[in-house]
């Protein structure tokens, strides 16, 4: 299979600039274009391809929709996103749910673009044998051993990508709060892009690792947030009669757990949470969540509007994770209802 790449962007001066920059480079690889996701599809039907880079925001179909068809139908095409701003959002979607090989955000150097565009192609080549029967391996060896040293000298963990991959996201977020009017005073937007920073930290440090029992998040969380002799109370319970939790219940479980708890911690020093995991069939839960705080707490840091938008972007996090979300409020008690 010869060397291609799709390149799919919205704007066709981007598109060009690309095409313009890859001339002359030293690895040969045919490219085709798409500026919609709609384009993107017809031409991922008639061809298969080593590298797909796309972008986000699309017209008729966006990136992740481009990038969840290739992963369902084309698992051994390598994906790409070069992307201006990546929304918080997208950020569990794209690491945990979504098999992306790397993330750029333009502008970026296009030397560096062109780099991964032939790691990936060294990654495809490296699947490709893979799937080749012995007899064909035999032959095949010792013309594509260097791809396979490449390979692995590309897809060993590094941990300056991950460092680089943080500072990227954390730079999205300062972008993001930029372009948005907001009403907060300088610190309370400082103050939202730190909370936003820590969530976004502690995604990447977790996600590729999860929690793999409830045994485990209770340690964590009772480790991290169940101090009785300050009155800072949390009890995780599953209902009698359930069954073991999923691995992947396990690790949304643990998440979501930690950020309601960051987020109550930041709100009073005196807390009484309870979590009970109610079964709804062989791999879904109700997850009940009530926080106690002492009178008059909660309503009292609501007054400010930075409090405000800190919960609402933590109740936004919480409905993209659940595939059902409610919630009542008090001014003692918040309770929190999702359905994982």
């Not at 994906?79 to 979504?98: F, G």
């Not at 692995?152 to 680089?164: G, L, N, Q």
């Not at 930690?258 to 079964?279: A, C, E, N």
């Not at 840091?301 to 409905?319: F, K, N, P, W």
Request: some cysteine; hydrophobic content about 40%; overall charge neutral.
């Amino acid at each position: 299979m010869e060397n291609n790449l799709l390149f799919v962007n919205q704007n066709k001066e981007i598109i060009q600039e690309f095409l313009t920059a890859m001339e002359g480079r030293k690895g040969n690889f045919v490219t085709d274009t798409a500026d919609s996701g709609l384009e993107a599809a017809y031409l991922l039907k008639k061809k298969k391809y080593k590298v797909v880079v796309t972008g986000l925001d699309l017209p008729t179909y966006d990136g992740s929709k481009v990038i969840e068809y290739l992963n369902r139908n084309y698992p051994e095409t390598v994906c790409i996103v070069y992307t201006w701003r990546l929304e918080l959002a997208h950020l569990r979607l794209l690491i945990n749910e979504r098999n992306v090989f790397r993330i750029f955000q333009r502008p970026v150097k296009y030397h560096k673009l062109y780099d991964a565009i032939m790691d990936g192609i060294v990654k495809y080549d490296r699947r490709e044998i893979d799937v080749l029967n012995r007899r064909e391996m035999e032959q095949e060896l010792r013309k594509k051993s260097l791809q396979a040293a490449e390979l692995k000298r590309v897809t060993e963990e590094r941990d300056w990508e991950r460092e680089e991959l943080v500072k990227f996201l954390g730079s999205l977020l300062n972008v993001f709060l930029h372009d948005v009017k907001s009403q907060l005073p300088g610190k309370g937007t400082w103050q939202l892009a730190r909370y936003e920073k820590k969530l976004t930290a502690w995604l990447l440090e977790h996600e590729r690792s999860p929690l793999k029992s409830l045994e485990e998040v209770k340690k964590d969380i009772y480790g991290r947030f169940l101090h009785p002799e300050y009155n800072q109370k949390v009890e995780i319970r599953l209902d009698e009669g359930a069954g073991v939790p999923s691995q992947e219940f396990c690790g949304s479980l643990h998440f979501i757990v930690w950020l309601l708890l960051t987020r109550f911690v930041m709100i009073s020093s005196v807390y009484d949470v309870r979590v009970i995991l109610i079964p709804m069939g062989q791999e879904r839960f109700r997850v009940r969540v009530e926080g106690l705080f002492p009178e008059g707490v909660w309503g009292t840091a609501h007054e400010e509007m930075t409090a405000r938008v800190m919960t609402s972007v933590t109740q936004t996090i919480l409905e993209s994770f659940a595939q059902r979300f409610t919630q009542s409020i008090s001014d003692e008690k918040v309770i929190y209802y999702m359905e994982l």
